[in-house]
């Protein structure tokens, strides 16, 4: 690992790593499963080799902001990265987990790094690195939630602005309107959601099944 900008490579796919494929469920269903996450997960072998990657973690990968891809194997892009990355596989070969936050570009990932759990063993996987959701509320999953409550294209608009962590006074500056109209349409998205105010209704959002794009680019690795 080291803290050069690399350009990235494929991960194989290896497939000791799925459930046995039964008649109704193959094993290529389980790689569309997780390229349906909205947070990115790899499949870590030894000296940090990518295994299995999809694609919310590929699409990180490849923007090279805080962790980049070089022949196959992830690395950190700051001194920083790189020695909170090895405390973390060092903890993983403890069996214990751990929590990093990496910074760069202007950006910061969360990410856990956990230990292979002991059924698989027997496999190259020594390591998976979970994500954070890139946000409170990925856009399909919001308009599902809006299509679900009836709402408005308005009150869709003002609610994904809300989980943004925008304010009252913010989103009627946005959208050049009277604050009042702004408290109306969080009135009506309450009423219609059930939400008390406006921190649990953004709870309601946050909490939904963390569905990624349905616009993939390519198929997870």
């Known amino acids: 690992m080291n803290s050069l900008l690399n350009p990235t490579f494929p991960a194989p796919r290896d ?7 039964t008649p109704d469920v193959p094993q290529d269903m389980f790689f569309m499963l997780m390229n349906e996450l909205a947070f990115g997960m790899v499949v870590l072998g030894a000296n940090a080799q990518i295994l299995m990657c999809n694609h919310s ?13 070089r022949e196959n194997h992830i690395y950190a892009r700051t001194p920083e990265g790189s020695k909170q990355m090895r405390a973390a596989l060092d903890e993983v070969q403890h069996g214990k987990r751990s929590l990093m936050h990496l910074v760069g570009e202007g950006a910061m990932v969360s990410l856990v790094a956990i230990p292979t759990p002991a059924e698989y063993e027997y496999t190259q996987a020594t390591a998976i690195l979970l994500f954070a959701k890139p946000a409170v509320c990925e856009p399909i999953t919001l308009s599902l939630f809006c299509r679900c409550h009836k709402l408005t294209k308005t009150e869709e608009h003002v609610l994904g602005i809300l989980c943004l962590g925008y304010s009252t006074p913010e989103i009627a500056l946005q959208l050049n309107v009277a604050v009042s109209t702004v408290r109306s349409h969080v009135r009506s998205l309450c009423a219609k959601t059930g939400a008390s105010g406006v921190r649990s209704l953004v709870n309601l959002v946050a909490v939904l099944p963390p569905v990624a794009s349905s616009q993939r680019l390519d198929p997870v690795h």
């Open 15 to 21: 497939l000791s790593l799925l459930p046995a494929a």
């Open 57 to 69: 973690a590929r699409c990180e990968l490849n923007r090279c902001r805080v962790l980049g891809e």
